[in-house]
């Protein structure tokens, strides 16, 4: 079903929180007035976990920049996830552009290219992955026991891979749609990583229902589930047609030629 753009709200929220270092913002701010959205929309800030004067330091930063001011008051940390559900409850009849605080646009139109293949019974992701945390390698810091435990929830929580999951670090849904997830309480950083890529996934779960997750390039061509690879938004093709950066492309950008490919097998396989 195609939306009604004359009478349904967009919004963009970028999550703004202690843990996403000052220079991501200000790259976060430049880029918003660099890359015009070329659609019509209002930007949500939304300030988690800030005391007032950082809050005043970085709304310094945004003057020339219409915005709502969101503050969310929940004083545990709940993740991005967390804010993105009362921010999504506010505005129910919206459709809503979720920004993770590390991610920026970097291209031209990126709010227009990703809105052209949006309806109301489709997610737009601006990278997706296939990989699974079941086959991520021990980490070298834990000792034996803990790497152990690690990787007995990894094998009862996440699918095999091929893990198929839209990637939440930018991504277009109707708050509708979003609110009809059954989140769960929210409390680590796996619980974040269980409803992106988890066996009962966000993916997972609205593909149940029938609500499709194309994958969008900065060339404006639409992709499926099978041919997500294709788009070189996420460890393939040196990343050439992103439209949102996050602190994983920026990584893979980061590594060398070697250790790119090996990247790129974990991803896509």
Same mark, same amino acid.
């Given at each position: 079903?195609?939306?009604? &753009? ?14 996403? #270092? ?10 918003? $007035? ?22 005043? &330091? ?14 969310? $008051? ?10 993105? %559900? ?5 505005? %129910? ?5 979720? @920004?993770?605080?590390?991610?920026? #646009?970097?291209? &031209? ?27 991520? #390698?021990?980490?070298? %810091? ?13 094998? $009862? ?21 979003? @609110? ?18 988890? %066996? ?14 194309? @994958?969008?390039?900065?060339?404006? $061509? ?19 047609k992103l439209i949102i950066s996050d602190s994983r492309t920026r990584q893979f950008d980061k590594l060398k030629k070697t250790l790119k490919s090996k990247k790129s ?5």
């Open positions: 079903m195609q939306y009604n &753009k004359k009478k349904i709200p967009i919004h963009v929220i970028y999550h703004c929180t202690e843990y996403v #270092p000052f220079k991501t913002f200000l790259i976060f701010v430049n880029n918003y $007035k660099k890359y015009s959205a070329n659609y019509k929309h209002k930007l949500i800030i939304c300030f988690k976990n800030l005391d007032s004067k950082k809050i005043i &330091k970085y709304t310094n930063e945004l003057v020339g920049i219409n915005y709502i001011k969101f503050i969310d $008051k929940k004083k545990i940390n709940d993740f991005d996830i967390g804010s993105y %559900r009362r921010i999504a409850k506010k505005y %129910r009849q919206s459709i809503l552009i979720f @920004l993770s605080g590390h991610s920026y #646009p970097v291209v &031209k139109n990126w709010l227009k290219i990703l809105m052209r293949h949006f309806k109301t019974d489709r997610i737009i992701a601006t990278s997706a992955s296939y990989e699974s945390m079941r086959d991520l #390698p021990f980490n070298l %810091r834990n000792n034996f026991i803990k790497n152990f435990y690690q990787k007995i929830i990894f094998l $009862k929580n996440f699918s095999s891979f091929p893990n198929p999951h839209f990637r939440t670090t930018g991504y277009v849904i109707s708050a509708n749609n979003f @609110l009809k997830y059954p989140f769960k309480k929210i409390e680590t950083k796996n619980d974040t990583h269980l409803i992106e890529s988890g %066996r009962n996934s966000m993916y997972q779960f609205y593909k149940k229902l029938k609500i499709e997750t194309f @994958l969008v390039n900065s060339d404006g $061509k639409i992709f499926d589930e099978k041919n997500w690879k294709k788009s070189k938004t996420y460890a393939f093709g040196n990343q050439k097998l974990l991803v896509w396989g």
